[in-house]
Structures are given as structure tokens and as C-alpha cells.
């Protein structure tokens, strides 16, 4: 059986070199959809204008219709597939973390989780009034152009986390504000490094924490090791790699950050009750 490795977009190809940000207004027809499940080194954030189809994300199929808006990491995988006899019509923004304030990137970021709503009617118009602008932006070269786009890109993110939120107190708002902040920041680091050879102390360090105190800290509040954490983030990765790709299990295993193949199976079985290769199977039954 041949297997065809999963696409990866790279940056140099989707934006220019100045600003590390663009928007593409997209038509898609049929069943030809983005191009197969994917996955890219920058962030991405969609609005559906019009029609139906799904949306696979990290091998889950979900509805989309005028209104549904989803935000992507690089850890993401995902493809956008119009139904039958419908084209989508959608805005697709990409991005990296460069152009985004500090504190709008670590409120969306503080901890995992995927940014993926269905707007009502009105809301759906306010927000596409917001793509439209940064797509009128994109193509004006009017002085201060880049400077709408980046704020308008950031009002887009943060009515996405407002929207996205049960409750709204303040994610970081108590005495530990400090500690808890870095913690936060540490997931996010590790949301984007987990499949790199890491360490406990080279997450402290990236947190100005020591290894000893991040560790007990990181415990406390999550109730779980760091080393737990870590494995688990690569063992989701690994099974949305199997689940939405043929890349054999012999390279997943590494892709996901594992250093040997048996400590991967052993893991995975232990998490999952079935092996990488029956989840495979499964998957096509």
C-alpha cells in the first residue's frame, strides 16, 4: 500500500515577507474542498460566508453554514469540504503570532483548547463586516493598511474568545497572578513544541521558573506531571495523525514527539485500549 504523506503549508508560500498576515476570499465547489486534510506552520482563522458543508478537524467532522468561524493552530490538523451540489464561500485569514499583541496572544492561548462557533444571524453579519474591512485593507496599499489589518484581526480573535467563554471572569485574576501567567504561558509553549525533543527544565526556563518549583507548581494546579501532560498532548497528536492520514504508524510515532516505537505503542494502548495499528484499522472499517 502506498501512503501519501500529509501536507503541510509553510508560511513563505501563503503570506509576504513584510507582514506576516494574509486574507483570501475562497470558492469552493463540489467535493474538492481545501485539498485533503492538512496541516500548516501558521495560525488560521475562517468565516463562512455562505453554503453548507463540514469541517474535519483533528479527525472530527463538524457542520458548517454562513456564520461558523474557527481559529487553527500549527498543531492543527483540518479540511473544509462543501456539501453535495453546494460551493462554500468563506474568508480564510492566515497568520503568525508575530503580528499579535502579547496580551491578545497569551487571553486566546492560556490554555488548550479549539476555537470553533456557529455565530446567529446578526452576529454573523458584525463579524463579517470585520473580515471584509481587513479584506478591503489587504488590497488598498493606503498608508496605515497593515495597521488596520493587524487590529482588525485582533477585534476578530477577541469577540472569538468572548463568544467562545461560559463565564466572564477573568482568566487570570487573583493573587497568584504572576505564577499563574507563567503557567499559562508554559502551555502554550508547549502546545507548539510538544513534537520537539523537551525536557521539564527547558519549559521552566522558557518561564523563568525554576525546574524544581515549575514542576510541583504545574502539579498543584493541574493535578497531573508535567511528564503526563507532555504525553498526552503527544498521544492526541498521534492519534489525529492516524485518524486523518495514511503516514504509516512507523513514522507517527516520531512526528509526535516519541522517541522509540514501543514506548509509543505502550503508551498509546495504555490511553486509547487499542494499539496505533487497530486504530487504523478501525478508522476504515
Known amino acids: 500500500m502506498r501512503h501519501t504523506p500529509l501536507r503541510r503549508l509553510s508560511s513563505t508560500d501563503h503570506m509576504g515577507p513584510d507582514l506576516p498576515l494574509h486574507i483570501y476570499r475562497q470558492s469552493l465547489h463540489g467535493h474538492n474542498g481545501a485539498g485533503g486534510v492538512h496541516w500548516h ?31 487553527l493552530t500549527p498543531a492543527d490538523f ?102 499563574h501567567q507563567k503557567l499559562s504561558m508554559s502551555l502554550i509553549y508547549l502546545h507548539h513544541h510538544f513534537r520537539e525533543p523537551l525536557t521539564l527544565k527547558d519549559v521552566a526556563l522558557q518561564v523563568h521558573l525554576s525546574p524544581t518549583y515549575f514542576s510541583e507548581y504545574f502539579h498543584q494546579v493541574y493535578g497531573i506531571t508535567f511528564q503526563h501532560y507532555l504525553q498526552d498532548l503527544r498521544l492526541r497528536f498521534a492519534h489525529s495523525l492516524l485518524t486523518s492520514s495514511t503516514i504509516p504508524v512507523s513514522h507517527v510515532y516520531a512526528a509526535a514527539g516519541f522517541q522509540t516505537l514501543s514506548h509509543f505503542e505502550r503508551a498509546f494502548k495504555q490511553k486509547f485500549g487499542h494499539t496505533p495499528r487497530q486504530c487504523r484499522q478501525d478508522k476504515h472499517i
Open 41 to 71: 506552520e501558521f495560525y488560521e482563522v475562517g468565516f463562512i460566508l455562505s453554503g453548507e458543508g463540514q469541517h474535519i478537524l483533528n479527525g472530527t467532522a463538524y457542520p458548517v453554514q454562513r456564520g461558523s468561524c474557527f481559529l
Open 78 to 179: 483540518h479540511d473544509l469540504t462543501p456539501a453535495s451540489g453546494e460551493t462554500l464561500e468563506l474568508f480564510d485569514v492566515v497568520f503568525l503570532a508575530d503580528v499579535l499583541q502579547g496580551e491578545v496572544y497569551r487571553l486566546l492561548f492560556h490554555a488548550l483548547k479549539n476555537y470553533r462557533l456557529d455565530f446567529a444571524q446578526a452576529e454573523a453579519h458584525q463579524m463579517e463586516q470585520e473580515f471584509q474591512r481587513l479584506y478591503r485593507e489587504s488590497n488598498s496599499h493606503q498608508i496605515g493598511a497593515e495597521l488596520i489589518m493587524i487590529g482588525t484581526l485582533e477585534r476578530i480573535l477577541i469577540d472569538l474568545l468572548r463568544h467562545s467563554r461560559h463565564d466572564s471572569q477573568n482568566p487570570i485574576e487573583d493573587t497568584t497572578a504572576t505564577r
